[in-house]
Nanobody, 129 residues
Framework: QVQLVESGGGSVQTGGSLRLACTAT????????FGWFAQAPGKDREAVAT????????DYGDSAKGRFALSRDYVKKTLYLQMDDLKPDDTGMYYC??????????????????????WGQGTPVSVSS
């Protein structure tokens, strides 16, 4: 059973930065698709950025492009999300998730969905104006 643990959330002002981390407690050999999701209060959980290990393909949602950067440290089994130029609309709970997709397009932000088997507990992000 893969367990994911997020960290790095916090409270910042508009324009600030945060670096989220998602660490797997064991080797995720049966997964090839990883994603960061944001859930604003009262809204559905949405993909923000994804990573497909076959080819190391990174994809971003429209709101994240140019401001967020996803990276992965294989040795530390950790997925990072560097978030810069944060805005109040970025406020919410951020989750990482992992699963398996047959093709790279299945791991894109618009296609990944939320039916992934492994989820972290979430880390909160609050951006004040």
């Amino acid at each position: 059973q893969v367990q994911l643990v997020e960290s790095g959330g916090g409270s910042v002002q508009t324009g600030g930065s945060l670096r989220l981390a998602c660490t797997a407690t064991q080797y995720t050999w049966n997964t090839n698709c990883f994603g960061w999701f944001a859930q604003a209060p009262g809204k559905d959980r949405e993909a923000v950025a994804t990573f497909y290990s076959g080819g190391e393909i990174v994809d971003y949602g429209d709101s994240a492009k140019g401001r967020f950067a996803l990276s992965r440290d294989y040795v530390k089994k950790t997925l990072y999300l560097q978030m810069d130029d944060l805005k109040p609309d970025d406020t919410g709970m951020y989750y990482c998730a992992a699963g398996r997709r047959a093709i790279p397009d299945g791991c894109r932000v618009i296609n990944i969905g939320t039916d992934l088997p492994y989820w972290g507990q979430g880390t909160p992000v609050s951006v004040s104006s």
